[in-house]
């Protein structure tokens, strides 16, 4: 359908008026209104005479459209500065968007600001539930259409319903005949199995965003992707690949003074991580403590440094560096650290993880506490305790 048409028809119903009373206003006949309303007469002139009847201002502006495009691509290149700029150019012009052809884009743009960039899920929903009508109605062409599926899969991905995601990226992928769309959809996807433990699927979605990125010339999201399967391989528990990945991806980043230095930390964060699963304790405690002695402290770093502490049983140094932490770190970090804390009293800690491990936590999270409560059972000598949360491990994995 027509976008003209779309809004003729939305318009008249949001102002009550029935087809007659608007052929009446309109000086024309019922069924004239009800193809307009059809997209079955695509005039402009007669859409926008009904329009201006309505008093609605439509105008034509395909510098906004262009506007659009350039934002999308910035997104895609991962151009941070250039992302806001564009936004809030083509925000400030919100009365004449939504009343122009550009109408699908610009609602699309802000979906994607909504999820990417300010994380704000009650506005993506209002834009989720809004793009879905113009969907509904055949407003969105193709290259839109697929735009916005990648980005509502992404949305319902942030709300952890990874049914509707996975549905709806792959939905996107299947309508998808331009490379750079395709990649980003592949790359939205990896995660969406990523989240949900399914591996194998993850890294098969990454090595196709990493061929269309490589292909495209598009190196920061080459690098991401290569990230992404270090991720892949440490969650595997594959960790001699995983710190060989991100080690080789550190070396890149390190010679790029371009690079935010919070991402090399990230990386590192990552190593020491993979490192203490490896029982390389001294050089997990050296990446580590480089990250710790940063202006800005990663909140894993504090809960890497009291897990590599508590592995290396020096249980008197890792209550000292707890009392430390500041009461700012997120909630993850926080809760899982407050488990360490009790580890004097065993069934109190033991307790507590249990506690932790009903709630609405991550899958990453529960994995955690099965493990820290079959270990706390088994120094207890709870035996089938241990056995029961070993056997959740394995079917959690």
């Not at 209550?319 to 009293?345: M, T």
């Not at 955690?368 to 056997?391: N, T, V």
């Amino acid at each position: 359908m027509n976008y003209k048409s779309y809004l003729v028809k939305k318009e008249r119903i949001k102002n009550n008026y029935s087809i007659e009373d608007l052929a009446k206003i309109a000086n024309t006949s019922k069924s004239h209104i009800s193809r307009i309303e059809n997209g079955r007469i695509l005039s402009d002139d007669i859409a926008n005479i009904l329009l201006d009847k309505l008093r609605i201002s439509f105008i034509d502006d395909n510098i906004i459209k262009n506007k659009l495009d350039e934002y999308y691509l910035a997104i895609v290149y991962c151009q941070s500065k250039h992302v806001e700029t564009l936004f809030n150019d083509i925000n400030s012009k919100e009365n004449i968007i939504i009343y122009s052809n550009d109408g699908p884009y610009y609602y699309i743009c802000c979906l994607i600001h909504a999820i990417v960039v300010e994380n704000n899920l009650n506005n993506a929903k209002q834009l989720v539930e809004m793009l879905e009508d113009l969907k509904n109605n055949d407003v969105l062409d193709n290259y839109l259409l697929q735009i916005y599926l990648d980005y509502k899969g992404l949305y319902y991905q942030s709300i952890k319903d990874f049914d509707k995601a996975e549905k709806n990226l792959v939905s996107a992928l299947n309508i998808s005949n331009n490379s750079i769309t395709k990649a980003m959809i592949y790359y939205h996807l990896t995660s969406c199995y990523y989240d949900q433990n399914n591996f194998i699927d993850a890294i098969s979605a990454n090595e196709e965003a990493s061929k269309l990125f490589t292909k495209d010339l598009n190196s920061e999201r080459s690098i991401f992707t290569q990230l992404h399967k270090a991720n892949i391989f440490s969650r595997m528990k594959c960790y001699k690949k995983a710190i060989s990945l991100y080690e080789n991806k550190l070396s890149l980043y390190q010679k790029n003074k371009h690079i935010q230095p919070i991402i090399v930390q990230k990386i590192r964060s990552r190593i020491g991580w993979n490192y203490i699963q490896i029982k390389e304790y001294d050089k997990a405690l050296k990446i580590i403590n480089e990250n710790i002695c940063e202006d800005i402290v990663l909140d894993e770093d504090y809960f890497n440094m009291c897990y590599l502490l508590y592995k290396m049983d020096d249980l008197d140094k890792m209550k000292a560096f707890i009392a430390k932490i500041p009461d700012s770190i997120n909630d993850s970090c926080k809760n899982r650290i407050a488990a360490f804390a009790l580890i004097n009293n065993l069934d109190e800690a033991i307790d507590y993880a249990i506690k932790m491990s009903n709630d609405d936590i991550s899958k990453q999270d529960i994995e955690f506490y099965y493990c820290f409560i079959q270990e706390m059972a088994e120094k207890r000598k709870l035996y089938k305790l241990s056995l029961e949360y070993a056997k959740k491990l394995l079917l959690l994995q």
